[in-house]
T-cell receptor
Framework: AQSVTQLDSQVPVFEEAPVELRCNYS??????LFWYVQYPNQGLQLLLK??????LVKGINGFEAEFNKSQTSFHLRKPSVHISDTAEYFC?????????????FGGGTRVLVKP | GAGVSQTPSNKVTEKGKYVELRCDPI?????LYWYRQSLGQGPEFLIY????????DSGLPNDRFFAVRPEGSVSTLKIQRTERGDSAVYLC?????????????FGPGTRLTVL
């Protein structure tokens, strides 16, 4: 079984400032890691994912995340946010060997970008 | 191309009634997933289909919940004798196949309110 903890439920940030969203996971098996974004009144959209290889993963819209196996973390960062980044962000994991690819999500972090 | 669509977008019903929620996946996607997102929480896995068969229904909360995908495309989530605690956004996602790490594409969800 897996669990995902997103330590911040809300993150207010000023436009053009950097942001980091924290994600920690717990799992008895090896996992793949994902970040999804949910804009108001829209479906979840994949930002980036870590499957293997380089622990620094770059995604869409200037986001990146770093996988740290020893700390079981997968924090999301963006060096300079825009108003349009206002959304809810979800970290998720899946068992990388089990068929099915079902996702276990964290509780989400709501990012509010202020002008 | 068209994404995942869900109908209705909103459903209000009374306690004890029966409801059906529909999901149209992306054409050609063999894997289809249902998740439930309660207010202030991340999505929780309910069930996934590979083709026409329910490959993993371990997330269904009880036997009032049932889902079908008779022709391997459209899926219907059925909830009998609805309870107020069933109120949530029901999300559908599809992916090309259920291999670990594949991206899941989400629909906008159906918001179910049980009065």
């Amino acid at each position: 079984a897996q669990s995902v903890t997103q330590l911040d439920s809300q993150v207010p940030v000023f436009e053009e400032a950097p942001v980091e969203l924290r994600c920690n996971y717990s799992s008895s098996v090896s996992v793949y890691l994902f970040w999804y974004v949910q804009y108001p009144n829209q479906g979840l959209q994949l930002l980036l994912k870590y499957l293997s290889g380089s622990t620094l993963v770059k995604g869409i819209n200037g986001f990146e995340a770093e996988f740290n196996k020893s700390q079981t973390s997968f924090h999301l960062r963006k060096p300079s946010v825009h108003i349009s980044d206002t959304a809810e962000y979800f970290c998720a994991v899946s068992d990388n060997e089990a068929a099915g690819n079902k996702l276990t999500f964290g509780g989400g972090t709501r990012v509010l970008v202020k002008p | 191309g068209a994404g995942v669509s869900q109908t209705p977008s909103n459903k209000v019903t009374e306690k004890g009634k029966y409801v059906e929620l529909r999901c149209d996946p992306i054409s050609g996607h063999t894997a289809l997933y249902w998740y439930r997102q309660s207010l202030g929480q991340g999505p929780e896995f309910l069930i996934y289909f590979q083709g026409t068969g329910a490959a993993d229904d371990s997330g269904l909360p009880n036997d009032r919940f049932f889902a079908v995908r008779p022709e391997g495309s459209v899926s219907t989530l059925k909830i009998q004798r609805t309870e107020r605690g069933d109120s949530a956004v029901y999300l559908c996602a599809s992916s090309l196949n259920p291999s670990p790490g594949n991206e899941q594409f989400f629909g906008p969800g159906t918001r179910l309110t049980v009065l």
